[in-house]
């Protein structure tokens, strides 16, 4: 007589199958999926802080840009303690030569904006612009700009910025505080960064913007800052009485920095009362 296993294995076949999908539907499946207790996440890479010996590895968060030429860009990292002067930090470009200075002009836990105008075929400015969010530069600092910031609590103290485009913006708009006053100049409306900020009045600033040529719709002045005619019909002169409380910043180029100089002290304005913000 002959015996078939068909029907055996058949049965073993069926009974495996079952025993699988009662295995797969109950809670007792062959992987029991329990609460994770450690989970392996990636690090948050902390910020660097900056110190004035060695470069430091500092991340790029994020930019907007301010004006077509020139970006507000975030770094992770922090300054070592909230000092009394004005700082800027040093950045450095892929070659140790490239070696350039900017102004932090806000700091938060962790992070400082840089206001990076970008020159015309300008090494670091250029290169700045084109990083990557989640890219680093190196960085150290900071080093004291100017020391003895401008008196903001005494009254009647009254200080005036006056400022030419990015660089000078740069430079003066940590220093803008509650009832100062902001000149600021550029050649067009693209030099003048930040601008919506002061405007919008957040800082409490009294803002007078002149570009050095004509648009339409533009409802500033017109005319160089540096000329006779606007400081004294903004400022009046160095000797009038009521003028005796008024200090004056100026921050940009050399040129536009000498040049309203000149005319301060054409205006009689002592060197007392006129302090340069990069000096
Ligand atoms: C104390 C200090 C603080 C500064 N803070 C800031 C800041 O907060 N933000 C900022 O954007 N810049 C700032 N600068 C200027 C900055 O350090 C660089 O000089 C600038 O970014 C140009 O560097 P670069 O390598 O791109 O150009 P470079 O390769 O050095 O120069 C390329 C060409 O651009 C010309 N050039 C250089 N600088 C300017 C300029 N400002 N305008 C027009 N042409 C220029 C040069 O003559 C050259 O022909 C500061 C400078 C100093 C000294």
Not at 185 to 201: A, E, F, Y
Not at 207 to 226: D, K, R, T, V
């Amino acid at each position: 007589m002959r015996f078939s296993l068909r029907p055996l294995s058949f049965s073993v076949g069926i009974s495996m199958s079952a025993a699988w999908a009662y295995y797969l539907h109950s809670n007792e499946v062959f992987f029991p999926i329990v609460e994770a207790k450690e989970v392996n996440a990636i690090p948050q890479i902390p910020p660097c802080v900056l110190n004035r010996d060695v470069f430091s590895s500092c991340r790029y968060v994020r930019g907007t840009f301010e004006t077509p030429d020139t970006k507000r860009m975030t770094f992770a990292c922090e300054l070592p303690s909230s000092s009394e002067t004005l700082d800027c930090i040093i950045l450095r470009g892929k070659d140790p030569v490239q070696e350039r200075a900017y102004v932090p002009i806000a700091k938060r836990d962790g992070e400082i904006d840089l206001l990076i105008q970008r020159v015309k075929r300008g090494t670091v400015s250029m290169a700045l612009h084109a990083l990557l969010v989640g890219e680093t530069v190196e960085m150290k600092g900071p080093y004291p700009l100017m020391q003895g910031l401008p008196e903001k609590a005494l009254k009647p103290t009254k200080n005036v910025f006056i400022a030419e485009g990015a660089l000078g913006m740069a430079g003066v708009f940590p220093l803008l505080h509650d009832g100062c006053v902001l000149m600021l100049s550029g050649k067009t409306i693209n030099d003048l960064p930040l601008v919506d900020d002061v405007l919008s009045n957040k800082k409490g600033v009294e803002a007078f913007l002149s570009l050095e040529s004509g648009m339409w719709g533009w409802q500033g002045s017109y005319g160089p800052l540096h000329k006779k005619e606007i400081l004294q019909g903004k400022l009046g002169g160095g000797g009038d009485p009521s003028n005796k409380n008024t200090f004056l910043y100026i921050a940009g180029t050399e040129n536009f920095v000498g040049k309203v100089e000149d005319t301060l002290t054409e205006l009689g304005w002592g060197p007392e009362r006129v302090k340069r913000v990069f000096s």
